[in-house]
Nanobody, 114 residues
Framework: QVQLVESGGGLVQAGGSLRLSCAAS????????WGWYSQAPGKQRELVAG???????NYADSVKGRFTISRDNAKNTVYLQMNSLKPEDTAVYYC????????WGQGTQVTVSS
């Protein structure tokens, strides 16, 4: 069973930056497309950034130009660089495949103060 462990969240002021990491315990990491999802209080979980097995990326309109997703297949890790953070980015962030096919991890809390 694949384990997903997210880290890197924290409290940051508006305009600041954070880098999230997600380590996946799977030998087929490099063959899968991965995504970062956010879930704000009282809202549904939504995809904010995705990266395919070939490195193609896509982003939700709300984060385009501010967030960058990347992957390191040697480390079975996917990253989310978050710049120019806004209070509305406050959420718990999770990683999973783009199909959401793995068990969800505990997520990492990102809180952006104004």
């Amino acid at each position: 069973q694949v384990q997903l462990v997210e880290s890197g969240g924290g409290l940051v002021q508006a305009g600041g930056s954070l880098r999230l990491s997600c380590a996946a315990s799977t030998s087929i990491f490099s063959f899968k497309s991965w995504g970062w999802y956010s879930q704000a209080p009282g809202k549904q979980r939504e995809l904010v950034a995705g990266i395919t097995s070939t490195g193609s990326t896509n982003y939700a309109d709300s984060v385009k130009g501010r967030f960058t997703i990347s992957r390191d297949n040697a480390k079975n890790t996917v990253y989310l660089q978050m710049n120019s953070l806004k209070p509305e980015d406050t959420a718990v962030y999770y990683c999973n495949t783009l199909k959401g096919s793995q068990n969800w991890g505990q997520g990492t809390q990102v809180t952006v103060s104004s």
